[in-house]
């Protein structure tokens, strides 16, 4: 590893060591956003641009650096901007935070295992820019792979980078308008269980594996809709951050 990755490298483990280490991913939960909510709503009454401004590059950070929280930060964010300022703030952020750890991933790892696996990568690149973009959408849309990892991994291939921020701008748009539809009724949530249901979860591998079809549009609709938040803590959990 060259002395420029090396560098970058533990300038990203500080910063991710001072983050656990100062406490501050015990803010992250849901009992602590529904206790301080009324604090955060007075907050953005009282000063919206900066508020906003905040919270965006808090997001973008966190995502980049492939933080905890982003479920819980994109509630919250439903609940102080609404459905259409929060779909559009925090589509924009997590799509730009996901960009830089993709390119973080590409500088730090991609050389290096490249050259430990050549056969390997060989064959995972000709996949790539034959469907890349393909490839790329259905992992975003199926809700059971982490949102972080995706980043991660995508980082390691040879997908151009323009393509993987607009597939994932485009991609992660219906999970992201559930998730901000559900912060309006942040107050009333039990668990992030309750978000996604096994329907809502089905709808997505079906507009994974058929992004034509009619029931691949229907979802897209519904998901831009007001979604009932189903208490229940049986319904599947959600493994994205």
């Known amino acids: 590893m060259t002395r420029q990755r090396l560098m970058m490298a533990a300038l990203l483990i500080t910063a991710i060591g001072v983050f656990f280490l100062s406490g501050a991913h015990q803010w992250f939960t849901l009992e602590t956003l529904k206790t301080y909510q009324s604090d955060f709503q007075t907050a953005f009454n009282q000063y919206p641009w900066q508020v906003a401004g905040a919270f965006f590059a808090v997001y973008v950070v966190m995502t980049a650096l492939s933080l905890p929280g982003a479920t819980l930060l994109t509630l919250l964010g439903g609940a102080l901007f609404g459905l259409g300022w929060g779909l559009l703030i925090i589509s924009f952020a997590s799509t730009l935070g996901a960009t830089l750890a993709f390119l973080l991933s590409r500088f730090l790892f991609r050389n290096p295992i490249e050259k430990r696996f050549p056969r390997q990568?060989?064959?995972?690149?000709?996949?790539?820019?034959?469907?890349?973009?393909?490839?790329?959408?259905?992992?975003?849309?199926?809700?059971?792979?982490?949102?972080f990892m995706i980043n991660l991994v995508m980082g390691l291939?040879?997908?151009?980078?323009?393509?993987?921020?607009?597939?994932s701008q485009v991609a992660m748009l219906p999970g992201t308008a559930i998730y901000v539809n559900a912060g309006g009724q942040l107050g009333d949530l039990e668990s992030l269980g309750g978000i996604l249901s096994?329907?809502?979860?089905?709808?997505?591998?079906?507009?994974?594996?058929?992004?034509?079809?009619?029931?691949?549009?229907?979802?897209?609709?519904?998901?831009?809709?007001?979604?009932?938040?189903?208490?229940?803590?049986?319904?599947?959990t959600t493994t994205l951050w």
């Open 157 to 167: 291939t040879r997908i151009k980078t323009v393509t993987f921020y607009w597939v």
């Open 198 to 236: 096994p329907t809502l979860i089905a709808s997505f591998l079906l507009l994974a594996i058929f992004p034509g079809s009619p029931g691949a549009l229907c979802c897209w609709c519904s998901s831009a809709r007001h979604i009932k938040v189903l208490p229940d803590p049986h319904t599947l």
């Open 121 to 147: 990568f060989a064959a995972v690149n000709r996949g790539v820019e034959r469907d890349g973009a393909l490839y790329l959408f259905t992992l975003r849309l199926v809700p059971v792979f982490p949102f």
